[in-house]
Antibody
């Protein structure tokens, strides 16, 4: 059974960093893209970037390019998203989602990780 | 402000048909990139509803259908049920942003 499981909720101070994990299992997703998408309270979904589990290639959305780093541990089928210089506007639910290698959509979603940023 | 424009809300009575529109531009939908749709029930992660403009993943009822024309796309839901109450998002790819883009989301209320 395919599973995408994220790490638990985080509370962070303004200016600090947060690292969220996303573990895939039950299927060979090695050639998929592992995306990160966030959703601020009451707001729309916002794509942040992706990594390929196969070789670690990354691509980031322009608005996050200087603050986000996505990495992966191929042996553990786990990806990580680190967001730095946190501000209150970064308070959001962060989702990871798997996308097929030949199409640009999000096929399987994690349950989400709530990140709360306060001073 | 999202690149893809959706109505903030739509509503319908049980059994009726509703549509949700998604309007883009020449750098995304109009550039022949596919449109995909997601359903997000309250407090849960989004779920893929339609991919590649018109295709339903296994398990999605055929009450849900998608279409695309020019710089716009639509999601149609027939035979509305109370469990269809959710937020619906369209998604595509944008050349000028070099990234994946979403609509603003549409809240469906089943009256």
């Amino acid at each position: 059974q395919m599973q995408v499981v994220q790490s638990g909720a985080e509370v962070k101070k303004t200016g600090s960093s947060v690292k969220v994990s996303c573990k895939t299992s039950g299927y060979t997703f090695i050639y998929h893209y592992l995306h990160w998408v966030r959703q601020a309270p009451g707001q729309a979904l916002e794509w942040m970037g992706w990594i390929t589990l196969f070789n670690g290639d990354t691509n980031y959305a322009q608005q996050f390019q200087d603050r986000v780093t996505i990495t992966r541990d191929r042996s553990m089928s786990t990806a990580y998203m680190e967001l730095s210089s946190l501000r209150s506007e970064d308070t959001a639910m962060y989702f990871c989602a798997l996308g097929p290698p030949t199409a640009r959509y999000f096929q399987h979603w994690g349950q989400g990780t709530l990140v709360t940023v306060s001073s | 402000q999202s690149v893809l424009t959706q109505p903030p809300s739509v509503s319908g009575a049980p059994g009726q048909r509703v549509t949700v529109s998604c309007t883009g531009s020449s750098s995304n939908i109009g550039a022949d990139y596919d449109v995909h749709w997601y359903q997000q029930l309250p407090g849960t992660a989004p779920k893929l509803l339609i991919y590649g403009n018109t295709n339903r993943p296994s398990g999605v009822p055929d009450r849900f259908s998608g279409s695309k024309s020019g710089t716009s796309a639509s999601l149609a839901i027939t035979g509305l049920q109370t469990e269809d109450e959710a937020d619906y998002y369209c998604q595509s790819y944008d050349d000028s942003l070099s990234g994946w883009v979403f609509g603003e989301g549409t809240k469906l209320t089943v009256l």
